[in-house]
């Protein structure tokens, strides 16, 4: 199920990727007035799902079980030897 | 001896051990910091042993106080630039912003990406990493380095690894000390700093960014997230 959402949640953003172009000035002025443009939503209602019948509360072991969980893979990213010395 | 008798017999020894009890309070590994014994000069380690505990306070306030903020091993530390001769030593810092994806995001140039990221997170993380004032006036700190990363686009296809852009961006000792003294704003840090990027592992080469003040950082609330017993954010 959540394998599903997730490559469904991709598959759109692809979609509106391809076709749309460039961000408009509109788009951009939304992202500078400070747009709710993180994941941590999806972390809060993750961890409310996980604790029915108690009180709602995310703790920091529930944020970390929640990026496991989601975790998309090894990624494709600058190494730190490309950037710094020991 | 009955079973319930053994079993209780084993709960008393596992909680005497340790291995059963109340769930651990999280905490933040040192891993995050690279370790003494891993600089190759002895400058890099006088100061990783002597600022030892302003690094494990910087490890756990980000840890505690920005759980969106995901830091990786080894990413803490008095590292060298790369496109530094000298052993000049920058307190650096590499974290991984974890974000929604956002088809609006994807959709701006690169520079905007970058310049967004860094007006959300260097001053503020410049501003942690300079917590010491002690570590601000040692004349072997040469500057900071502070490396943001976020995921570029999810992964279209089943296998597919996802991407990360990334920006380094290296602020000198007396930028720093300007901005932090409220001489110069983040505009003018980005001016003045050296500032790379890459696209997953390609580099991008130095950039330039137009940087804003940006308060998401001291404004911006997880739902409902409740802190261990004992921390507080600023």
């Known amino acids: 199920m959540r394998t599903h959402r997730r490559w469904g949640l991709a598959a759109l953003a692809a979609m509106v990727i391809g076709v749309s172009g460039c961000a408009t000035s509109e788009e951009w002025a939304t992202w500078k007035a400070h747009p709710t443009h993180f994941a941590s939503g999806d972390h809060a209602s993750f961890s409310m799902r996980n604790r029915e019948g108690s009180a709602a509360r995310v703790t920091r072991n529930d944020i970390t079980r929640a990026r496991d969980e989601a975790w998309w893979g090894k990624p494709i990213t600058v190494s730190q030897e490309q950037i710094l010395e020991r | ?234």
Request: charged share 20%; net charge neutral; hydrophobic share 40%.
């Open chain 2, 1 to 234: 001896m009955s079973v319930s008798r053994r079993l209780a017999l084993a709960m008393v020894v596992a909680v005497t051990l340790g291995i059963v009890g109340p769930p651990a309070a999280a905490a933040p590994s040192d891993d995050r910091i690279l370790a003494v014994d891993q600089y190759t000069t002895d400058k890099g380690r006088t100061l990783a042993r002597t600022y030892w505990p302003d690094l494990r306070t910087l490890n756990a306030g980000i840890y505690h106080c920005l759980p969106w903020v995901e830091i990786q091993k080894q990413s803490i530390g008095f590292f060298r630039p790369k496109h530094v001769a000298q052993d000049d030593r920058y307190l650096s810092l590499r974290i991984y912003i974890e974000q929604d994806p956002s088809p609006s995001f994807a959709r701006l140039p690169v520079e905007k990406r970058a310049s967004a990221m860094f007006s959300r997170y260097v001053g503020a993380m410049l501003r942690r990493m300079t917590k010491s004032p002690t570590l601000l006036a040692d004349d072997s700190v040469d500057g900071f380095t502070v490396i943001l990363e976020w995921l570029k686009q999810v992964p279209t296809a089943a296998g597919e690894p996802p991407t990360h852009e990334t920006i380094a961006v290296f602020v000198p000792k007396p930028v720093a000390a300007d901005y932090l003294s409220g001489q110069i704003s983040i505009p003018d840090v980005a001016t003045r700093a050296r500032v790379l990027g890459w696209d997953g592992e390609t580099s991008l080469g130095a950039l330039r960014l137009s940087a804003w003040e940006d308060n998401f950082i001291s404004t911006y609330k997880v739902k409902n997230y409740e802190l261990e017993p004992g921390v507080t954010c600023p």
